[in-house]
């Protein structure tokens, strides 16, 4: 589903990313950890092709990021869904609006969005703000917008950059519980996080930790786990 090899990336004269390997297989369950400003969004944001491969080489979903040009993007965001850290969601449109957007985009019939939209907005319980425009929702509802929208256009790969942010414990918990339903149903899901909460919930979920630009297998050190 995903492999990078000796990718590095600069902001200027800042090194975001050094020299990073990585796989995942499809249907892996990924965490992927590490203090703020280890890199973690810069690294996503290559995996969607928000950022160019500058050194090293990328391939995603089936798309060598090396040579995909711009204008075919579309494809693969059309199989890569994002979680972003700040939402990206309208928040002048409503719920239902921001949730069918990427199915409208995909040309899908009217009766099928109202059914699959409203099936994702009741599992993050969020059904009773179906209608409501999204500048009137708590950071944390704007957040389960923000995955509800990632999800129902069932990607192949579902990558969260902290999605539980902004959520209380339950929750977190739950929105969890929603990442475990689409990974049983066989999408790769990749997650930044530092909540060791949610990743001791998936105790068998696949840890990677990215400290000062550099990754490496495992959870951190300081984190408690082996
Ligand atoms: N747009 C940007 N311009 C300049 N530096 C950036 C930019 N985005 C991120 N960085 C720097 O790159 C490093 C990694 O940032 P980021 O990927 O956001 O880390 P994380 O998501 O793990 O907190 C940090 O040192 C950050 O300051
Ligand atoms: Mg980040």
Redesign the pocket.
């Known amino acids: 589903m995903i492999s990078i090899s000796k990718l590095s990336y600069s902001?200027?004269r800042?090194l975001?990313l050094k020299d990073i390997n990585f796989c995942m297989k499809p249907g892996e369950f990924v965490f992927l950890c590490?203090p703020?400003?280890?890199?973690?969004?810069?690294f996503m944001r290559i995996l969607h092709g928000a950022l160019p491969v500058q050194r090293g080489k990328a391939d995603v979903a089936g798309y060598d990021l090396n040579t995909l040009p711009e204008s075919r993007k579309h494809l693969l965001r059309r199989d890569v869904s994002v979680v972003f850290q700040d939402f990206k969601i309208l928040t002048n449109q409503t719920v239902f609006a921001n949730v069918a957007l990427p199915l409208k985009v995909r040309g899908i019939g009217q009766h099928i969005i109202e059914k699959r939209v409203r099936a994702v907005l009741r599992s993050l319980h969020l059904d009773h703000k179906t209608g409501a425009p999204c500048e009137e929702l708590s950071g944390g509802e704007q957040q389960r917008v923000a995955v509800a929208r990632a999800v129902v256009v069932k990607p192949k790969l579902l990558l969260a950059d902290e999605p539980t942010g902004n959520l209380d414990h339950e929750l977190s918990m739950r929105m969890m519980d929603i990442f475990q339903q689409f990974h049983k149903f066989g999408t790769s899901i990749m997650i930044?996080t530092h909540n060791r909460e949610i990743m001791e919930r998936m105790a068998d979920a696949r840890i990677v930790t990215?400290e000062d630009g550099t990754m490496r297998e495992g959870c951190a050190p300081s984190g408690g786990r082996p």
């Open positions: 902001f200027g800042q975001a590490g703020s400003g280890a890199g973690k969004t810069t930044a990215l």
